[in-house]
């Protein structure tokens, strides 16, 4: 089976912008998770989504959003970036939801903001 | 609420042991535990779920303390493949079947 995958690996944008990555699940997997990670604060949960619906949501501001379709993929928003909006972020899909079962990690996306 | 490891950085020389500890200050539901090597994506290695059901690789040991809110991974007889940042990932009663990571430990291994 293909693995999680993620679109684009590195990406980099400057302050006021806005940016799409894109996950595609591994086949059969339901959730989709998204994490932001940074050196100084480790994995931090932006939000699950499940058959199509979003089902948790982390902390953060209403500029990250994110969907999921109708053949799992996913993808995650960011409206008008922040310099602290620079990290790696990662998703991670399972067959259900993320509480209850393994996650398979996708490569990430390195997103810069200048 | 984020689970708290300890410790927050570990050496050991090949064939050593370590225990990687996580806690929690809610009551959890289950208990995940991943890997990461420097430059890669975090590895799923267990899940330990209220109740005692285990779900993992055969070579990883975890425990489970529901009572104390506690979870604890056991690396014996540690391989330098073993090096990497360990998290814990705890769900909680109230987070709504939500993954929280812990901020991980370190764990190097010297041949």
């Known amino acids: 089976k293909a693995g999680v995958t993620q679109t684009p690996r590195y990406l980099i944008k400057t302050r006021g912008q806005q940016v799409t990555l894109s996950c595609s699940p591994i086949?059969?997997?339901?959730?989709v998770s998204w994490y932001q990670q940074t050196p100084g604060q480790g994995l931090q949960f932006l939000f699950e989504?499940?058959?199509?619906?979003?089902?948790n949501k982390g902390n953060f501001p209403g500029r990250f959003s994110g969907r999921q379709f109708s053949n799992s993929r996913s993808e995650m928003n960011v409206s008008t970036l922040e310099l602290g909006d620079s990290a790696l972020y990662l998703c991670?899909?399972?067959?259900?939801?993320?509480?209850?079962?393994?996650?398979?990690f996708g490569p990430g996306t390195r997103l810069t903001v200048l | 609420q984020q689970p708290v490891q300890s410790p927050q950085a570990v050496i050991l020389r090949e064939g050593e042991d370590a225990v990687i500890n996580c806690s929690s200050s809610k009551a959890l539901y289950s208990v995940h535990w991943y890997r990461q090597k420097h430059g890669e994506a975090p590895v799923f290695l267990m899940i330990l779920l209220k109740g005692g059901e285990q779900k993992g690789h055969e070579k990883i040991s975890a425990s489970f303390n529901e009572k104390k809110q506690q979870s604890s991974l056991y690396l014996t007889a540690s391989q330098l493949s073993y090096s990497g940042t360990y998290f814990c990932g705890t769900e909680t009663g109230d987070s709504s079947y939500k993954l929280i990571f812990g901020s991980g430990t370190r764990l190097l291994v010297r041949p």
């Open positions: 991670a899909s399972s067959l259900g939801l993320a509480g209850g079962n393994a996650q398979f």
């Open positions: 086949s059969g997997h339901r959730s």
């Open positions: 989504y499940f058959s199509e619906t979003q089902r």
